[in-house]
């Protein structure tokens, strides 16, 4: 059974850090998705934040572009994201998805777990106040 496990959320003030990790299990020795993170805040689309793929560049979206970075420790099977200069409007439930070649939506409607990504993590949450 894949799992995927989401730390390190928490509170903090704005222009605060935070690092994410998120930690699979179960994975197939075969089967090698990508990776991102999604986050959704109380009544607002879900967003992709961050994906990475193997022989590409991440990708990141205009709002935290030049302030996180995602990363793969492959030999721990853990996906991070560093989150710098962290703003209110970042506040969210953060949520690591695994999925191969359907990283097509940047914003999707209704809860981020019932979009179709082949695994979700249960998220963390990010509170960030001003």
């Known amino acids: 059974e894949v799992q995927l496990a989401e730390s390190g959320g928490g509170s903090v003030e704005t222009g605060g850090s935070l690092r994410l990790s998120c930690t699979a299990s179960?994975?197939?020795?075969?089967?090698?998705?990508?990776m991102g993170w999604y986050r959704q805040a109380p009544g607002n689309e879900c967003e992709l934040v961050s994906y990475?793929?193997?022989?590409?560049?991440?990708w990141y979206g205009d709002s935290v572009k030049g302030r996180f970075t995602i990363s793969q420790d492959n030999a721990k099977n853990t996906l991070y994201l560093q989150m710098n200069s962290l703003k209110p409007a970042d506040t969210a439930v953060y949520y690591c998805?695994?999925?191969?070649?359907?990283?097509?939506?940047?914003?999707?409607?209704?809860?981020?777990?019932?979009?179709?990504?082949?695994?979700w993590g249960e998220g963390t949450l990010v509170t960030v106040s001003s």
């Open positions: 998805a695994a999925a191969r070649g359907l990283w097509r939506r940047t914003m999707v409607a209704g809860p981020c777990r019932d979009y179709g990504m082949d695994h």
């Open positions: 179960g994975f197939a020795s075969d089967d090698d998705p990508d």
């Open positions: 990475i793929s193997s022989g590409d560049s991440p």
